[in-house]
């Protein structure tokens, strides 16, 4: 069975780009998870996706959106990037609220310049 | 509000030590529980889980926890480390019911970096 697929590994940008993060959950998951560890920040709720709606938000200002495909891919985009949104983006799986059980990507490092 | 507080960020043991990595939790609702391990540039692999159902949970790698509710704990053990389980353990919560901004999402511990010595 194929894990939690992330696209791309790395990603490097400068401040007031914008960036594009996708992820493949587990084939038969339905919701999708999105946390961003940054040094020093720990791991912080980010966005959860479930049948194609946004079900739950961080705490994450407006220019941290996403979505969720038909297909339960998600891609979350990070607008008018800043210094501080450097970090490690792990997007995880689950097949639905049954013990919330998670299983994660290997993440998207974004550094931004 | 759920919270997650690991005591510790690093711990160092000796290869063949008992491993301990504590864990304790705020929850207003019933929690689910579960260990993390990161290892460098990776994600993190589900080690256990609490449920609610039996209180010593036993995971992969031989790890286990105990859920101690009259402590709100749920520390990490193993009887004998390895030099393979040097890496970062996370302790999450999430809420079992539904509904509310906790809800869905895992709160993380910050996280204890383990240091296994030869």
């Known amino acids: 069975e194929a894990g939690v697929t992330q696209s791309p590994t790395h990603l490097i940008k400068t401040r007031g780009q914008q960036a594009t993060l996708r992820c493949s959950p587990i084939?038969?998951?339905?919701?999708v998870y999105w946390y961003q560890q940054a040094l020093g920040l720990g791991l912080q709720f980010l966005l959860w996706?479930?049948?194609?709606?946004?079900?739950n938000r961080g705490n994450f200002p407006p220019r941290f959106s996403g979505r969720q495909f038909p297909n339960y891919s998600s891609e979350l985009n990070v607008n008018a990037l800043e210094l501080e949104d450097s970090a490690l983006y792990l997007c995880?799986?689950?097949?639905?609220?049954?013990?919330?059980?998670?299983?994660f990507g290997p993440g998207t490092r974004l550094t931004v310049l | 509000a759920q919270s997650v507080t690991q005591l510790g960020s690093h711990v160092s043991v000796s290869e063949g030590a008992l491993v301990l990595l504590r864990c304790n939790y705020s929850?207003?609702?019933?929690?689910?529980l579960f260990w993390y391990v990161q290892y460098p540039n990776q994600g993190l692999q589900l080690l256990l889980k609490?449920?609610?159902?039996?209180?010593l949970v036993k995971g992969i790698n031989g790890f286990e926890a105990e859920f101690k509710k009259s402590e709100t704990s749920f520390h990490l053990t193993k009887p004998s480390a390895h030099m393979s389980d040097a890496a970062e353990y996370f302790c999450a919560v999430s809420d079992q019911r539904g509904g509310g901004t906790s809800y869905g999402k895992l709160t993380f511990g910050q996280g204890t970096i383990l240091t296994v010595h030869p």
């Open positions: 084939s038969g998951h339905t919701s």
């Open positions: 929850s207003s609702v019933p929690p689910y």
């Open positions: 996706y479930d049948e194609g709606e946004e079900r």
């Open positions: 995880a799986s689950s097949a639905g609220q049954v013990h919330n059980e998670q299983f």
């Open positions: 609490y449920t609610s159902a039996a209180t």
